[in-house]
Each structure stands twice: as C-alpha cells, then as structure tokens.
C-alpha cells in the first residue's frame, strides 16, 4: 500500500462511517420530541451501538490479523450503510434500535482492521497515523451536526441517514486501486484476542482507553439533551460540536507523535485528568453559553492526548497481533461508552444534570488510576516500540 494514498483512503473512510454517529448524536432530542422515546432510551439507543461496537471488535477484530483485513473493511462498511438506512426510515423505538444495532456492528469491526493497516503501512510513524485516524473520525463526527441541520428541516429525519450512508459507499470505492499489504498472518489459534490481555501494558492501555470513551458516552448522551432543556439556541448547540472538534481535528496527528516520542501512558493520564474536572464543571454551569465556553479548552486537552491509548497498545504488541490489540482497546471503548451512556442518561432523567456529569467524571478518574497503575512497567521501563511487551 501506498503511505500517504493508503492513510488518506482509509482516514477518509472512517470519517464517513463516524459521520453516521455524528447525525445520531444531534437528532436525539428530535427522536425523544417527535417519536416520544424516553431519556432512558435514547441512553439505550447511544449504548446499544457501543456494544454491538464492543462484541464485534472481540469476535471479528482477529479475522484481520489472519489475512482479511481488506475485506472486514468491506463488509463492514456496507452492514454500517445498512444500520443507517435502517434508522433513517425507523418512527418509532424498535426499528431504530435495529439500525443502531446493525451500525454498531459495522462500525466497530472496520476499526482494528483499518488501524492494523495503518499501523503495518509505517511503523516508523505509528503515532502520527493514528493521529491522523483519530482526526478524521472526528471530522466525520462534526461533519454530521452540519448535515443534520442542512437536511433535515426541508427533507425529514430520515436524510442525513440516507446521504451518509450514500457517502459511505462512494468512499468504499476507493478502495479498488489500492493494494493492501496483509502483512504477517498470526499464527495465534485463538479465535479471540483475550490473551493480549495478560500484558499489564496493553491492559493498562485498554483501561485509559475505556476511560475517554467513559467521558464521551455520556457526553454524547447528554449534549443535545441537556441543551433542549437548558434552552440553548440549536445553532449554538451545533456550533458547539463543530467547534469542539477543530482542535481535535488538528492536533490529532501532533498529540499520536508526542504520545509515542514521550510517553502514551503519561499523556493520556494528563488529558484525562484534565478531562474529568471539565466533566464535573459542565454539570455546574448555569447555561449552554457557559457550558460551550468551557468546551473549547477542554477541546484542546482531548486533541492532544486522544491518540495516546491507541499508540500505547501498538508499541505494546508485535506486528501481526495489531488488529486483535487494537480490537481489544475499541472493544475496551465501546463497552465503556455504551454502559456510560445508558447509565449516565437515566441518572439524568432520575437525578438531573449535575449528578449524571459528576458520575461520569468520577468513573474517568478510577479509571484512569487503574491505567496508569497497570502500566507502570511501561512507564518506568520507558520502553519503546521497538522493545515489544512479551504477550
């Protein structure tokens, strides 16, 4: 595969399918208003799809360290296409769930397979990569508040879902000119990739990693939610999404470097701490203006450390064990994110806004703890990615 072509096609891939999730995210609040569905289902609706994310990053993230990882990407993008399609035509809860359903499986498989391609293309520059993976998904993500508030009052809830998952398969046909390097087939038995986790590092790693998609559960969860009830203008709302994904977007690839040159476990206990204190801030504050002004610092902090548990578990594992690692850390992720969500949006609805971020903020910080204790071998040895962790 081609360095720059490869890391480009496959980057703007993943923004697509994160796009899809981005429409999602700023149609809740319609979905609870025109359709009825409750705060606790739509934490379910946001959950379900973590978790559908979470069991096919476990079952499938290995079939790409066995020489498939072209064609997970394929079939998972197209099932991706499908869920959406399905939610874009869903009124009511069950149809809708469906879909979700269905994306979070498509979803959460292409993931490890793209990244083990990634990683492969370049070792040498694993960390600015997935940086640049990391960007892209968040382009995609803030592209989709965009979209929603393009299509949806003229054509209907149901066409940002039909447009993106078009876009899904336009950007799947890039991928008939580029040749992919499968590289070394494991030869590991193991139908799944539990073992990795026998590693202190790559469980420390897979824990800070839960821990940012902890914050961003709930965040999600919350967002459109919290700014309906605060009476927050919805161009301020959306604006907040695109502008919160600006500096992600930008420092992702400087944040992989920095991670990799000074130390993935130390930056992502930096950012995370960080993160935590916005966390509980948020549940504090008197309105959706206070709320976005702190967003934009807490912006800055999450797009320097976000690639920093991906980059971990790449400089923890050999080479054809990049997928089922790296399906582990998103599985972490998604497990984390789906149970937040759907946690944390029925102590909103039960105890209200300051009670849900202070819970989330609370569970980033134990988790970050118990990450960084497993890693210590990591951070005192000051390995490097040449120095592969035994597994």
Known sequence: MSRPTGVWIFSVLSATLAMGYGVLFTVVGDFRDEYGISETRIGVLIGIGFLAGFLAQV??????????ARRTVIASVVASAVGLVLMGFGESFTPILIGRLISGIGAGASRPAVQRIVVLSDPGNLGRNLGRLISADVFGFALGPAVSALLVGPFGLEAPFLVVAAGSMIALVGLIGVTVDEGERS?????????????????????????????????????????????TDTWLANL??????????????IGGRLAQNIGPFRMAAAGLCIASVFMFLYGQLPSGGWIFGFMMFHALADGITLAASGVAIAMAVPPERQAGAQGLLGAGQALGAGISAIVIGAIYEGSGRAAAYAAAAGIMVVLTAAGVWLGLPFIQGRRTESENVGV
Do not use: C, N
């Open 59 to 68: 079952v499938l993230a290995p079939l790409a360290d066995r020489g498939y």
């Open 187 to 231: 030869e590991v038995r193991q139908r799944l990739a539990v073992d990795l986790l026998k590693s202190r590092v790559v469980a420390g790693g897979v824990v800070l990693g839960t821990a940012v998609f902890v914050m961003i559960g709930a965040f999600d969860v919350l967002w459109d939610i919290v700014h309906e009830d605060l009476g």
């Open 240 to 253: 907040g999404i695109t502008l919160f994904a600006v500096p992600l977007i930008v420092l992702g690839p």
